[in-house]
């Protein structure tokens, strides 16, 4: 059984998502004390994680950025704002997914099912070679030339994985966000856009010069780089 941990300081929301999660068949773990929060996070070891992002104490933002420097447990931010730079931020951050309070019950569990459907479908490919990088899909790593390893996000993974799997071929943005979600409507295209330039921005510390190439109007393609 899954257990997702819920990270919420509205004990009415805590209780009706614990319901609404217990009923479809997870098991539930609630915070109702928020200092240290991260630690209480890495010590239960959750396969998922719905974080709040107006918390006492810490930012629901600042704690995913503390868990991210050690785990890749994946996290749903969920917020009262709609504001469009905060999910810019949390993905940045590396969320996973993003939802707004008031949430639909129906779409929150979809968009859990699918982040639990893509880490099983992540665990088809263990290794290949980018030019001189290696890229483990197992752990999500990718390692320079030296042997110095990088950390991916699933999102991340997930991505280079795809556009891995069609090599020299151009993807196009609305297969990358259903490979991803699923169901791209419930999608803001920001989120892609992040997950992409992060990491761009990854393989080329890793020594890969403009690897994923956009092609204008037409989507990604990914390429052995420079």
């Known amino acids: 059984m899954k257990k997702i941990h819920i990270i919420e300081d509205d004990k009415g929301i805590r209780e009706e998502l614990s319901i609404l999660l217990e009923n479809a068949g997870y098991s539930v773990i609630v915070m109702d004390i928020f200092e ?3 630690e209480q996070i890495l010590a239960e070891k959750p396969d998922m994680v719905l974080l709040d992002i107006n918390l006492p104490f810490k930012n629901g933002k600042d704690i995913l950025k503390e868990i991210r420097r050690s785990s890749q447990i994946p996290v749903i931010m969920v917020t009262s704002s709609d504001a469009e730079r905060d999910e810019i931020i949390s993905m940045g951050y590396g969320a996973d997914d993003y939802i707004t309070k008031p949430y639909n019950p129906t779409l929150l569990l979809l968009r859990i099912g699918n982040i639990f459907k893509r880490m099983g479908a992540g665990a088809s490919l263990e290794t290949a070679h980018l030019g001189n990088v290696v890229i483990d899909f197992r752990r999500s790593i990718i390692s320079d030339e030296g042997g110095n390893e990088t950390v991916l996000t699933k999102n991340e993974m997930l991505i280079l994985s795809h556009l891995y799997s069609h090599l ?18 419930y999608l803001n295209d920001n989120a892609l856009t992040v997950n992409i330039s992060r990491l761009r921005a990854k393989l080329a510390d890793a020594g890969l010069t403009d690897p994923i190439e956009t092609r204008k109007g037409q989507g990604y393609i990914l390429t052995k780089g420079k």
């Open 168 to 185: 020299d071929s151009i993807v196009s943005r609305d297969e990358l966000m259903t490979d991803l979600w699923n169901n791209s409507e």
């Open 36 to 38: 240290n929060a991260s």
